[in-house]
């Protein structure tokens, strides 16, 4: 959705040949949440910005199912007397613990860019929030810079793992915000999703790739927009969001500079298959035993992790001489002296055996946990096929998604993936002056005379940059012919009942 | 009509939201399902003969078993007494060791008593299996109290109707006239659907009656729906034998309504059955229904029966509009189509055509200690929900026969003989809507929530 431009002169100004560009860049160096200390505001020493923000999937180069790449920022800064340099205690490093002690890393950023307004001044909008992951000092003869290397917010989630309880019953928005609430990501703009997942937990996999996958089994995908809010946006989102309905520029051959075209037909597939495995509670059943003897020695505790046999929707705690046998060296008896606490998630749990005799160590034999299993079906298969003949035999297309459970859900993915897939796609590549505004989504039109282009087509990617004193931007762009099968598609609030009606999507 | 258990989402709409054919197909096939559940054969639950105690204290008459998932008790059980006595009945939480309900009736001739009692079950979770006992005593020692138990068990209570929207053609759309379908059939969905699925506890077999006199075989109740009743009875005698099938009011239980018969001579064991038309009785949508069922050799030598199978049955009812399968590109978004569901909605509703009933039958054993103890205790029934629960008798081999001529078998690998078994009914080849046999079990149900098990 694009930015708001409402009081300025951005509209006139960003493909104004005299405009003078502004650029703003802030550093969080003490972590308080602002960029209003002294020394936060680092503009003066901006050399370069490079930024990327993509909803392009790597492997098709085309905006697919669950999300794009990880938003970048490149800042490239002058270093005089070593300012930036995190092991210069002269410098702000002798100020700032997180220069001194982390290098910078995770120390949030905010890139802003815009133009100068003969009459408002500096009118700039946010163009990056994320924080810095490396610091890099450049420093040799006549050169003293220092490049900062920045992701999005979510590239902080990349690697982030955590293990869950079952959540019930959830619809795929609400999951997402729970998991990125619990990472403390709480700037979120959610479509309400069409999909409730009967179950959903997180298994120790990369959280970014978890959303992304509950997304991908809603048909929508999540990114995080300029100003680093998480965006989640379902199959429908272009056909709702007026920004994605109406132009929000015209992107003419007057300023660009370059334009590219790339046709893909190698992406090009004739049918979709979804496989989906079913989910529904199941029995009490031993989702964990300990072949060995867990030893605890006298007054002291032992934790062990017991991975399960199969996701559980609730756990019980063990229960002695049912689900565990505590005995003493000589073999008598010590469940008076034995005491077990557990942590549970939907695949493991912490236990934490305790013995609480001073001087007579503890075995605990034939550990076991019991919980009340998820019960997974057999995969199941729905396909969907083209009734186009653009290329010759046969090309499938998998799509393998464990939030794939009900067969509407994997027939809705499968055709959403189709039309995307079933004929070739042109990204076009558009590069000028930046225009400030835009978020990935927008529609806006790009025209080239010479080319014969004039088409509608959304925002893929955008790369604003500065350099040289000047703003660019390169943004990607998808015609927007054919990203859905139809037009004038009913909407809730805005069509009528009648027969004709709007049509309705997949 | 065979019937699934289903697993549908239906998605909550909001205004700017684009509609879908996936979602409106999800609203149509949560009706039908609704519809099947409603419609699909179910079996007879088994009833016992009626009660009588002389004892002021109370005694236990019956022992019963549900998969909690419902707060609500009901019951439905006819009273007598002595003119110059009381009789209380009330059921029992053993489980727990509360009372739930106690009724009191005087006077000597049957009082049909139905009801319900709120939160009776809230401090169950989804899932505990609960023995209920069913408790009987007189008010003046040596005078008769009598009790028939009918059925007693778990309802579902929609509290609130948000009802169904119209959608006049030429209006514009809300997001909310489609999120009340939803909170409508979500409602019949989760408050009024049975849980569990009843099956017929057979009475003790007999496989020579040694003499040509009529024999009680069964005792059932269903609620009635529209409009078929379908037994079946495993017999044999060489020279004939016959079974019938008395039909009575419960509200009215010594009173009976019609008797259907039908005979044949068998020199081996075989099955027949009777499809009794039950409308031409009078019976009106979910009045509770007894039946009684008989077996007699006509001579001899030899003669017997061993298991039987109850099952209401019934075509689906005209007045259901059949939803329109939706597809991208459609232009139907109008009220020709949308008000098909609204429609069959409002029938699934309390006082519709198609009413759901939703009560979840407290099973009892087969046959309990009070009815004799014998080989081979059995139970049949219709397959409708995922988990077979079943207490197995003594050591007794655990087999489910079903299929063509119920000539396939299997035995279950049951574990525990002195706890619950429960078993994934899909993992064994027998449809949804299938009947089979169980034997070898003291106690059985089907649950749509895989139980506490320990």
């Known amino acids: 959705m694009a930015q708001s431009i409402a009081g300025t002169n951005l509209a006139s100004n960003w493909h104004s040949p005299v405009a003078e560009p502004v650029v703003r860049v802030y550093a969080d160096w003490d972590l308080d949440g602002d960029y209003s200390d002294a020394d936060e505001d680092i503009s003066g020493y901006v050399l370069r910005v490079s930024i990327a923000h993509r909803l392009l999937d790597a492997v098709y180069g085309l905006p697919v199912m669950g999300g794009g790449r990880v938003s970048t920022a490149s800042l490239t800064l002058l270093n005089p007397a070593h300012r930036f340099t995190p092991e210069n205690a002269n410098g702000l490093a002798g100020t700032y613990a997180s220069i001194a002690q982390r290098k910078a890393y995770r120390v949030p950023v905010k890139i802003e860019m815009g133009y100068r307004d003969a009459v408002n001044g500096a009118e700039v909008l946010t163009q990056f929030v994320g924080q810095v992951e490396n610091a890099d000092p450049n420093e040799r003869a006549g050169q003293r810079m220092l490049v900062y290397t920045c992701k999005g917010l979510d590239g902080f989630i990349e690697r982030h793992r955590i293990y869950s309880t079952v959540r019930e019953d959830q619809r795929v928005d609400q999951l997402i915000a729970h998991y990125l609430t619990a990472a403390g990501l709480t700037a979120q703009q959610l479509d309400k999703a069409v999909t409730t997942l009967p179950f959903a937990w997180a298994n120790g996999e990369p959280l970014l790739d978890l959303l992304r996958a509950f997304a991908a089994a809603d048909g929508g995908w999540l990114y995080w927009d300029k100003a680093g809010v998480a965006r989640y946006e379902r199959a429908t989102h272009w056909l709702e969001s007026a920004d994605s309905l109406t132009p929000q520029a015209t992107l003419t051959g007057a300023v660009a500079t370059q334009q590219r075209n790339e046709a893909l037909y190698r992406n090009v597939f004739s049918s979709v298959r979804a496989s989906y495995t079913p989910m529904a509670h199941g029995p009490l059943r031993v989702v964990y035993t300990n072949d060995d003897v867990v030893e605890v020695p006298p007054a002291a505790s032992t934790t062990i992790t017991c991975e399960f046999t199969q996701p559980c929707s609730t756990v019980r705690t063990p229960v002695v001489q049912t689900d565990y046998s505590p005995a003493s060296p000589a073999g008598s008896d010590m469940a008076s002296h034995c005491s077990l606490t557990m942590t549970a998630t939907a695949t493991r749990a912490e236990l934490t055996v305790t013995n609480s005799h001073a001087s007579i160590p503890l075995y605990l034999y034939r550990l076991r946990i019991r919980g009340y299993i998820i019960a997974v079906g057999d995969a199941q298969e729905v396909r969907a096929e083209t009734a186009l003949t653009l290329i010759d035999g046969q090309r499938d297309h998998e799509v393998s998604n464990p939030w794939l459970v009900r067969p509407e859900q994997a027939a809705f993915v499968a055709r959403r993936m189709l039309t995307l897939l079933e004929r070739p796609r042109e990204i076009v590549t558009w590069t000028g002056r930046l225009c400030p505004w835009l978020e990935l989504g927008d529609l806006v039109t790009v025209q080239n005379s010479a080319q014969g282009l004039d088409t509608p087509a959304y925002v893929v990617g955008l790369h604003p940059s500065y350099a040289g004193g000047a703003l660019r931007m390169d943004a990607e762009l998808l015609p927007q012919a054919n990203v859905f099968p139809g037009g004038d598609y009913f909407t809730l609030g805005a069509s009528k009942y009648q027969t004709p009606s709007d049509r309705v999507y997949f | ?454």
């Not at chain 2, 009801?115 to 401090?123: D, E, L, M, R």
């Not at chain 2, 002195?418 to 080849?429: A, K, L, Q, S, T």
């Open chain 2, 1 to 454: 009509m065979a019937y699934r258990p289903f697993n549908i989402a239906i998605p909550e709409v909001e205004t700017g939201q684009v509609l879908g054919a996936t979602m409106l197909n999800s609203y149509g096939r949560m009706a039908g399902a609704l519809l099947a559940e409603a419609q699909s054969e179910y079996s007879l639950a088994k009833c016992k003969n009626s009660h009588t105690s002389t004892s002021t204290s109370y005694a236990t008459k019956e022992r019963r078993w549900i998969v909690h998932s419902k707060n609500t008790l009901f019951y439905a059980i006819a009273l007598r007494s002595d003119v110059n006595s009381i009789c209380y009945l009330r059921v029992w939480d053993q489980t727990r060791g509360v009372q739930l309900a106690e009724l009191q009736h005087q006077g000597n001739t049957w009082q049909f008593y139905t009801g319900t009692v709120a939160n009776a079950f809230s401090a169950y979770a989804n899932g505990d299996i609960i023995e209920l006992q069913l408790q009987l005593r007189t008010a003046v020692s040596g005078l008769s109290a009598n009790a028939w138990i009918f059925a007693v068990g778990q309802q579902g209570v929609i509290n609130t109707w948000p009802g169904v929207p119209a959608f006049a053609d030429g209006t514009t759309s809300t997001a909310q006239d489609l999120n009340d379908v939803r909170d409508c059939l979500l409602r019949l969905e989760n408050s009024k659907v049975p849980a569990t699925a009843t099956l017929l506890a057979s009475e003790p077999m007999n496989e020579d009656v040694g003499d040509d006199v009529a024999h009680t075989i069964q005792n059932a109740v269903y609620r009635y729906r529209g409009n078929r009743l379908v037994v079946f009875v495993e017999g044999f005698a060489v020279n004939g034998w016959k079974f019938w099938v008395d039909i009575y009011r419960c509200s009215a239980p010594s009173t009976k309504v019609g008797s259907v018969q039908g005979s044949w001579a068998d020199a081996a064991w075989k099955w027949h059955g009777l499809d009794i038309d039950m409308a031409a009785l009078g019976f009106t949508l979910g009045e509770w229904v007894r039946i009684r069922i008989y077996y007699q050799r006509l001579t001899g030598p030899n003669g017997g029966w061993r298991r039987v199978v109850a099952y209401r049955s019934g075509a689906p009812t005209p007045t259901w509009s059949t939803p329109r399968l939706w597809a991208e590109g459609d232009t139907a978004v109008g009220n020709a189509e949308l008000s098909k569901l609204a429609s069959n909605v409002a029938q699934l509703y309390a006082g519709g055509a198609l009413e759901l009933l939703g009560q979840n039958i407290a099973t009892l054993a087969a046959p309990d200690t009070v009815e004799g103890d014998g080989p081979d205790r059995a139970c049949t029934g219709i397959h409708r929900k995922r988990w077979l629960l079943v207490k197995q008798h003594k050591s007794e081999p655990v087999t489910l026969t079903y299929g063509p001529s119920f000539s396939l078998s299997e035995t279950l690998p049951t574990v525990r003989e002195d706890r619950w078994n429960v078993f994934d009914m899909d993992e064994y080849e027998l449809p949804y809507g299938g009947l089979y046999i169980l034997t070898g079990i003291d106690v059985a149900l089907e649950s749509d929530l895989a139980p506490v098990t320990d």
